[in-house]
């Protein structure tokens, strides 16, 4: 069953923002590390950026500097604020656990395309 639900997405030129959110309809996000993960064509699904239930935060060196996570725990809802986007950055974005916990199963995402 899928928990998640992944929205914000569009098209976007280099140097742009956009900003996703992610609905955890299980109203879990405040107990369990949550993160965001994407996957570009031809390329494996990779983690990002996370968030613990401490708040203790992460980034993948790809993203730091110009993303950030941050969590609406009365929302149950999950942020990825993404400026200076790059045409690297064009992929499918999808939120799930994050280490410790075991990603559950996939939504559909929310498709980022940056271009010129």
């Known amino acids: 069953q899928v928990e998640f639900e992944e929205s914000g997405g569009g098209l976007v030129q280099p140097g742009g923002s956009l900003r996703l959110s992610c609905l955890d309809s299980?109203?879990?996000?405040?107990?369990?590390?949550m993160g965001w993960y994407r996957q570009a064509p031809g390329k494996q699904r990779e983690l990002i950026a996370s968030?613990?239930?401490?708040?203790?935060?992460k980034y993948a060196d790809s993203v730091k500097g110009r993303f950030t996570i941050s969590r609406d725990n009365d929302k149950n809802t999950v942020y990825l604020q993404m400026n200076s986007l790059e045409p690297e950055d064009t992929a499918v974005y999808y939120c799930?656990?994050?280490?410790?916990?075991?990603?559950?199963?996939w939504g559909q995402g929310t498709q980022v395309t940056v271009f010129s």
């Open positions: 968030i613990t239930a401490s708040s203790l935060i």
């Open positions: 299980g109203k879990r996000v405040m107990f369990y590390a």
């Open positions: 799930n656990w994050a280490p410790p916990e075991i990603p559950g199963p």
